[in-house]
């Protein structure tokens, strides 16, 4: 195991991609700091895939930094814990940046002077090494952590799966601007390599891999460093016969570097498994299916937090970059700091921005309220000027020309798609062969929309179709729902309908059978009252003959 080569290059690639030009310059110069905590914050309660959570706490209650203050009580879901001591001010709708522009659900909190984090909110473990791997799920759970990449999918579930032999670390990074798993892995590699051997043991993974684009050198530098450290710990444990000393020694997984090619969308999933391994993961299934998980940098140095210094998430790093920001970098914000707030620290002129970027240029989400705050899905922001001479990335509404038919789309396409047959379908709502064409295999990587001549924005198209077929089949299953309990209640009637009918049937049956009876036999009505009578005089005679001899008893006395 610690003979095998550090690093390797990749072994696979993946079809289409774009070079656009990176701007990571901008961010990745300046060592990570972090931000005073501002006067107010908004925290969302839906910052994850799956159910919103549900506030804990009361208006007017005073939290702890740390203390939980919203939880899923059932299905998928994460934790919201309070990123400062506070008071709760108030809990309901807010401005949070959802894509609708609707408010949703979150709880404002106003800070105060005690900003010390309480670790008891998060249960003390034995040396993870000695811990089960439910413990161990059991403690990132009640962290809160999430994908930290951008999908927000709950850690926790994640490492349910079964049956994988390699985690790989996708340290890719691929959009312009985005250095904060740059500088993480720059200035605390050993903490994400603990991260990842915690996640590892959690799945019995028996290798990590660490996939990593060939623009950062300095990223590689310090990771092959900090493993080349680890490679020299683990040669200690082992006797000269060439056993390990300890138990553990033995099951450490082995860690490797792969190198790849920069190009984008490498930091998509599947790309990444197919620039690691050579392979793709097959139609409609998970990597698992090959034995392979995946996980982020920020992820697993949550982890690392969670398990090893009893931190929940509260706080992450974000690339704050643009040519209106006086000191771009990577910065520790706590969750629910509104932009408004970097806005001010940061110096942005606002009469020379109109919106600002969440998230990359590619991919991210143009922001014109800022009152929107950071979440668990902020891993950048991008304050330039509204107009520029370079492609500074500023995500303007404008008309777009007509599509020209060329087919710089489908050549750029990571996923080997026809991009501009999803348009023509999207844009004349023609919803099932959308779906026939492959729509939800679309990653949304805004490829396409980068080399488009007619700069048609075609990821905007994909986004629409998706939600439309969505909503259809959610109101087709709400039609299929309705229909199903009109046909039982339609069953219910005629089968009630079909009983009185029986009972009906029967009764006059019964009536009609009297009556052939009574034909038959006239007489047979009266000699039934002729015995009843008969009876009732006897039951009389025996009540006199009784009187009788009670009477003479008592004379003779």
């Not at 892995?185 to 991260?195: A, K, T």
């Not at 994909?462 to 969505?470: A, H, L, N, Q, V």
């Amino acid at each position: 195991m610690t003979d095998l080569p550090i690093i390797e290059k990749a072994k696979g690639h993946f079809h289409g991609g774009v070079h656009p030009q990176e701007f990571k310059s901008i961010s990745n110069q300046a060592e990570i700091s972090a931000l005073p905590s501002p006067s107010n914050l908004v925290i969302p309660l839906q910052q994850h895939i799956g159910n919103a959570s549900q506030p804990i706490v009361n208006v007017g209650e005073t939290v702890e930094k740390g203390q939980l203050i919203a939880s899923c009580t059932s299905g998928l879901g994460a934790n919201i814990h309070a990123p400062v001591s506070g008071i709760v001010k108030s809990i309901g709708p807010h401005h949070t940046g959802h894509p609708s522009g609707l408010p949703t659900a979150a709880i404002e909190l106003e800070t105060n002077d005690q900003q010390n984090l309480n670790s008891e909110y998060l249960p003390r473990l034995n040396h993870w090494r000695e811990e089960t791997s439910d413990n161990l799920r059991n403690c990132i759970k009640n962290a809160g952590i999430v994908g930290l990449g951008g999908a927000t999918f709950p850690t926790e579930a994640k490492l349910k799966t079964a049956n994988i032999k390699t985690l790989i670390v996708n340290a890719m990074e691929c959009e312009p601007y985005i250095t904060c798993d740059d500088r993480l892995l720059r200035e605390h590699p050993e903490q994400v390599i603990e991260g990842s051997q915690i996640a590892a043991k959690i799945v019995n993974a028996t290798e990590i891999i660490f996939a990593i684009e060939d623009n950062k050198p300095e990223a590689i530098s310090s990771l092959e460093k900090a493993i080349r450290l680890i490679r020299e710990a683990q040669k200690s444990t082992i006797d000269s016969s060439g056993e390990p000393k300890n138990s553990s020694a033995g099951t450490e997984p082995s860690l490797r570097i792969v190198i790849a090619p920069t190009k984008y969308p490498s930091g998509g999933e599947k790309q990444t498994i197919e620039l690691v391994t050579g392979k793709q993961v097959p139609k409609d299934q998970l990597p698992a299916s090959l034995g392979l998980l995946v996980q982020n940098v920020a992820t697993l140095h949550s982890i690392y937090n969670a398990v090893v210094n009893q931190k929940p998430l509260t706080e992450r790093l974000v690339t704050i970059t643009g040519d209106l920001v006086n000191k771009p970098g990577n910065y520790w914000i706590p969750f629910g700091t509104k932009l408004t707030h970097l806005i001010e620290t940061f110096e942005v002129d606002r009469k020379k921005i109109s919106a600002a970027i969440l998230g990359g240029p590619m991919m991210g989400q143009s922001i014109s309220n800022f009152d929107t705050p950071v979440t668990k899905s902020t891993n950048c922001i991008i304050f330039n000027r509204t107009q520029s001479n370079e492609k500074s990335w500023v995500i303007e509404t404008k008309p777009h020309q007509a599509c020209i038919r060329c087919s710089e789309c489908q050549q750029a396409c990571p996923v080997d798609l026809l991009p501009q047959q999803l348009y023509w379908f999207s844009e004349s709502k023609q919803w099932e062969p959308l779906e026939k064409q492959g729509l939800f295999d679309c990653i949304e990587c805004g490829a396409c929309a980068y080399v488009c001549p007619s700069e048609i924005p075609l990821v905007h198209y994909y986004r629409f179709g998706k939600s439309e077929i969505r909503k259809n089949k959610a109101n087709q299953e709400k039609a299929e729902k309705a229909k199903q309990r009109f046909e039982f209640r339609e069953m219910r009637l005629a089968r009630a309908k079909e009983e009185r009918a029986m009972k009906h049937k029967k009764a006059a049956e019964e009536r009609k059978k009297a009556a052939n009876n009574q034909q038959e036999d006239p007489s047979g009505k009266q000699a039934a009252i002729n015995r009843a009578l008969e009876r009732v005089k006897q039951k009389k005679a025996g009540l006199a003959q009784s009187q009788t001899t009670q009477d003479s008893g008592e004379a003779n006395e």
